[in-house]
């Protein structure tokens, strides 16, 4: 069986948020047609989200995509500092000229 996680993301003021569930606008208004504030920060607190948005579809609890971290690379390094042939210390032989024929 084969699952696909869909995520969707929304631009706000410059940041993207992760939008991680979207509560309809009924579900947290009182009475008095007033947003039940406690109500919607529980829900909040719940998806452990860090912005709350609203549209028309309702209140977007949302969590920000933090900006990835820029390092540069050099392509000519290959992270390794000491070069290795693949022989251990013990087993580097050296290379004497004088032991073969021209």
Do not use: S
């Amino acid at each position: 069986m084969t699952e696909i996680h869909l995520v969707k993301l929304i631009k706000h003021n410059d940041t993207w948020y992760k939008i991680l569930r979207l509560i309809k606008d009924q579900t947290v208004m009182r009475k008095d047609n007033t947003i039940h504030m406690e109500a919607l920060a529980a829900w909040r607190d719940y998806y452990r989200a860090d912005k709350v948005l609203h549209d028309p579809r309702g209140f977007m609890l949302c969590e920000r995509i933090e900006e990835a971290e820029w390092v540069d690379v050099d392509p000519d390094d290959d992270g390794d500092d000491d070069e290795y042939d693949g022989r251990n210390e013990d087993e580097v032989e050296e290379y004497n000229d004088d032991e073969y024929e021209y």
